[in-house]
């Protein structure tokens, strides 16, 4: 069965620090991958997806850069993290269109 | 501008009742509904879907009602129960090749025992 990981679980970073963060997807191949966000008394807000290894898109324009040097690896990353970028940041993966997202257990990253 | 919104933050229901939590879409192009259950410090967890081909998908306790002419969407949860209480998210895709789903805010449903 297909699993996702995604970590740390929970993240202290100072102002102006970089930043990354790593998921990974078992049991699958070639999946859609995604970087959601969600601020505090907010809803999910999609940061970053990939059809495909090297191919990301941006919705957002922010401080946040994504990756995928691998097929099932996504990595999202910042060179100088702001406190505007504290929040519950979530992966997730779905085979297809039209399938449902699945999604990691988060990290919350808090930027004091 | 949102696309999906859950206009109501919250929702009491007791045991045994029914909790219907309300969504509505400002985008005619959406053609596929989810509903996700999200417990705090975790991820949200897909609990049912429906296509705009579609106005009704049940699943044990639940079902999604869609109304495609009013733009709106509920979920019925028969009967609630205390396990139920948590945010509740609705989320719409156009179907487009990237599959990306776009959320509303979510509603806390409380069941209270």
């Known amino acids: 069965s297909q699993t996702i990981h995604q970590w740390p679980a929970t993240l202290v970073q100072p102002v102006g620090s970089p930043l990354s963060l790593e998921c990974t997807v078992e049991?699958?191949?070639?999946?859609?991958l995604y970087w959601y966000r969600q601020a505090a008394g907010r809803g999910l807000q999609l940061l970053f997806y990939?059809?495909?290894?090297?191919?990301i898109s941006s919705e957002v324009p922010q401080n946040l850069s994504a990756s995928r040097p691998q097929d099932r690896q996504f990595i999202l990353s910042s060179k100088k993290l702001l406190l505007s970028d504290s929040g519950f940041y979530l992966c997730?993966?779905?085979?297809?269109?039209?399938?449902?997202?699945?999604f990691g257990n988060g990290t919350r990253l808090t930027v004091t | 501008d949102q696309q999906v919104k859950q206009n109501s933050p919250s929702l009491s229901v007791q045991e045994g009742r029914i909790s219907i939590l309300n969504c509505d879409y400002t985008?005619?192009?959406?053609?596929?509904f989810l509903w996700y259950k999200k417990y705090p410090a975790e991820g949200p967890t897909f609990l049912i879907s429906?296509?705009?081909?579609?106005d009704k998908n049940e699943d044990g306790r639940f079902t999604v009602f869609l109304n495609k002419s009013a733009k709106h969407l509920s979920l019925h949860i028969v009967p609630s129960q205390p396990g139920d209480s948590a945010v509740y998210f609705c989320?719409?895709?156009?179907?487009?090749?990237?599959?990306?789903?776009?959320f509303g805010k979510g509603t806390k449903l409380s069941v209270k025992p």
């Open positions: 989320a719409a895709s156009d179907g487009g090749s990237q599959g990306n789903l776009i």
């Open positions: 985008n005619s192009m959406f053609d596929y």
């Open positions: 049991g699958t191949s070639n999946p859609n």
């Open positions: 990939s059809v495909g290894i090297g191919q």
């Open positions: 429906i296509s705009s081909i579609k």
């Open positions: 997730a993966w779905t085979p297809q269109s039209r399938s449902p997202l699945h």
